[in-house]
C-alpha cells in the first residue's frame, strides 16, 4: 500500500483539528448528564481553542517517542506521566498515586482503580494512529501501553484499543461501517465497549433518532453522574431513571455515543460535534473525538472554514507541567502534523515493511487494502487481553511477563503464586537460568533457581513458569523481588522486578 504523503497530510491535519474544534465545543457540558441544543460554539474564542486534556498527553506522548524512540514502552510513559502530568483526579490521580508508591504497569491503572472503566484512555489514541497509518496492529500495541498505565484491566483501555484501530484504518478506509467492524475486531465481544458500540450500531440501523438512540445507550450502559451528584443530571433525565450508574463507569457510553454521532452525522462535520456533545455526558471528550475521526476519515478539506475560524491553528494546554519541557511541546497543529509525521516515518520504515509506506511521488495507491486485512488476528487478539494483566519487560532478545495471580498485594505469611511468561523473540535457542532474589525469611517453590530451555521464536519461543513466593514478614509500602534470568555462554543479563503491594491492612 502507498499513501501519498499530500493525502496523509490532510487527514492529520483533519485530525488535530477536528479534535481541537470538537473539545472547545463540548467543553461547556462536560458530564452534564443532559441532552444540549447546541448548533455551533457558545463562547466568545477570541481566534484560539480551549485547552483539553484529550489533547495534552498526546502532545507529551509525541515528545517521549521523539526523545525514547519508536519502541516506547508503558514504563517509559508512566515515567513521563509521573513528571509532567498534573492532575490529581479519578484515574489520573489514583494511577499517579499507584505509580509514586511503586506499582508498574498494569497494576497502577488497576489497582484499587475504581474509574479504570472512564474516558481518560480513549481520548488519547490519535496519536497512536497517526504514527501507524493504515497499520491497526501496530497503533493498537502502543495504544495498550499508554491504556494500561493509567486504566489497567479496565473497559478504558479497551476504548483506547478499539479507537486506535479505526483512526488508523480511517487513513485507508472511507466506510464508516467497515471501520467500527475493524475496530470492534480488537476487543472482546463480551466487553463493555464492543457491547455499547453494537448498542449504538443497532439503534441507528433501527431507524431511531439521536435522542432515542442515546437514551437506548444510557439505558443498558451507563455509569454514574459526575461523582453521583444528582444536580449534574437533568430533571427529563431524572425522570427516565438515568440519574443513577455504577461510579467510574463512563468508557462504554461515551464510547458508543461517540459512534452514534459518526453515524448520525455522515460527511457533516457539523452535524457530526454537535451530535456528539448534544448527547451529553462527557462531551469535551466525545466531541473531540468524533471530530477527530471525521478529519481522519475526510481531510481537512471538509472541515468548514467558519470551525476553523473562531479558535484559529493554535495549541492551548491545561494538565501538563511544562516548566522542564520548555519549547518541546507543539504549539500549532501544524507543528504537531510535522512532527507527528517525522516518527510515522520511522514507524513505517521498519513495521510497514512491504505492507504501508508515504510517498510524495506518485496517487495513494490502496488497491491491495480490504477491510479484512485490516481486522486483528487471533494471536493479536491474546496478546492483547495477557498485556492488560502482566508488567510486560523488553529486552534484546526476550520479553517477560510477570502475572501475579489474584492482585499484586501480599500479606505476612501468605503465599502468592506470580506466573512468568518468557517470549525468545530472537531466532536462536537458550539455556536460560532462573535466580530469585527475595527478602529475608521469604521463600520461592519449587526451588529459587532452575534452568529451562527457551526455544527460537520461529518454533514458539514461549515458556511458561510458575512459582508460589511465601513471605515473611511484610513492613515496606512495597516489596520489589526479582527473578533474574541469565543465558549460558552469553553475557545476557535480565533482572525481572516482581513488585508486591504490602496488603495487611487491605479488606
Known amino acids: ?103 508498574p504497569p498494569p497494576w497502577s491503572g488497576t489497582s484499587g482503580n475504581e474509574w479504570r472503566h472512564s474516558c481518560g484512555a480513549f481520548i488519547r489514541s490519535e496519536i497512536w494512529a497517526c504514527i501507524a497509518p493504515g497499520l491497526p496492529d501496530v497503533a493498537v500495541r502502543h495504544a495498550m501501553e499508554d491504556a494500561v498505565v493509567d486504566h489497567g484491566d479496565g473497559e478504558g483501555t479497551w476504548g483506547e484499543v478499539f479507537f486506535a484501530a479505526l483512526e488508523s484504518a480511517a487513513f485507508v478506509c472511507a466506510d464508516l461501517d467497515a471501520l467500527i467492524e475493524i475496530g470492534l475486531s480488537y476487543v472482546p465481544s463480551d466487553s463493555g465497549i464492543a457491547r455499547a458500540v453494537r448498542c449504538a450500531v443497532e439503534a441507528h440501523r433501527s431507524g431511531m433518532g439521536w435522542r432515542e438512540a442515546r437514551d437506548e445507550i444510557l439505558r443498558q450502559h451507563r455509569g454514574s453522574t459526575l461523582f453521583g ?67 481522519l476519515m475526510h481531510g481537512i478539506d471538509a472541515i468548514p472554514q467558519e470551525w476553523i475560524e473562531p479558535i484559529g491553528r493554535g495549541i492551548k494546554t491545561i494538565t501538563l507541567d511544562l516548566g522542564d519541557l520548555g519549547g518541546q511541546v507543539p504549539q500549532t497543529i501544524d507543528e504537531l502534523s510535522d512532527r507527528t509525521e517525522r516518527v510515522a516515518q520511522q514507524v513505517l520504515a521498519r513495521d510497514g515493511r512491504r505492507r504501508m509506506a508515504i510517498s510524495s511521488a506518485g496517487a495513494t495507491d490502496l488497491s491491495a487494502v480490504t477491510a479484512e486485512a485490516l481486522r486483528a488476528d487471533d494471536a493479536l487478539k491474546q496478546d492483547l487481553a495477557a498485556r492488560m494483566h502482566a508488567a510486560r519487560y523488553r529486552f534484546d532478545f526476550f520479553t517477560v511477563d510477570v502475572k501475579p495471580e489474584g492482585g499484586s498485594a501480599i500479606r505476612n505469611g501468605e503465599a502468592k503464586r506470580v506466573r512468568l511468561t518468557i517470549r525468545n523473540t530472537y531466532k536462536v535457542q537458550a539455556n536460560l537460568l532462573v535466580r530469585w532474589h527475595v527478602p529475608g525469611g521469604w521463600r520461592v517453590d519449587p526451588a529459587p533457581a532452575g534452568t529451562v530451555l527457551s526455544l527460537p521464536k520461529l518454533l514458539g519461543g514461549t515458556v511458561e513458569l510458575a512459582f508460589t513466593v511465601h513471605a515473611g514478614e511484610v513492613t515496606s509500602s512495597v516489596v520489589r523481588c526479582i527473578a533474574e534470568l541469565t543465558v549460558d555462554g552469553r553475557p545476557t543479563v535480565m533482572c525481572v522486578p516482581v513488585v508486591l503491594l504490602n496488603g495487611n491492612l487491605a479488606s
Not at 3 to 24: A, E, F, H, V
Not at 266 to 271: A, E, L, S, T, V
Request: net charge negative.
Open 1 to 103: 500500500m502507498k499513501l501519498n504523503r499530500d493525502d496523509y497530510r490532510r487527514k492529520l491535519l483533519g485530525c488535530w483539528m477536528g479534535k481541537n474544534i470538537g473539545g472547545t465545543l463540548g467543553a461547556p457540558f462536560e458530564f452534564w448528564r443532559q441532552t444540549n441544543n447546541v448548533s455551533f460554539y457558545t463562547q466568545d474564542l477570541g481566534g484560539e481553542p480551549l485547552p483539553n486534556d484529550d489533547l495534552d498527553l498526546q502532545l507529551l506522548w509525541l515528545v517521549a517517542l521523539e526523545e525514547r524512540g519508536i519502541d516506547i514502552t508503558a514504563h517509559t510513559l508512566a515515567e513521563y506521566w509521573c513528571l509532567y502530568i498534573t492532575p490529581h483526579w479519578s484515574e489520573y490521580g489514583i494511577a499517579k498515586a499507584n505509580l509514586r508508591a511503586g506499582l
Open 229 to 295: 451528584l444528582p444536580e449534574r443530571t437533568s430533571e427529563e433525565d431524572r425522570a427516565k431513571g438515568f440519574d443513577k450508574g455504577r461510579l467510574g463507569y463512563d468508557a462504554p457510553s461515551n464510547v458508543a455515543l461517540t459512534v452514534l454521532a459518526l453515524l448520525e452525522g455522515g460527511d457533516d462535520f457539523g452535524r457530526v460535534v454537535c451530535t456528539a456533545v448534544n448527547c451529553g455526558e462527557d462531551t469535551d471528550c466525545t466531541g473531540a473525538t468524533a471530530g477527530a475521526l471525521f478529519g
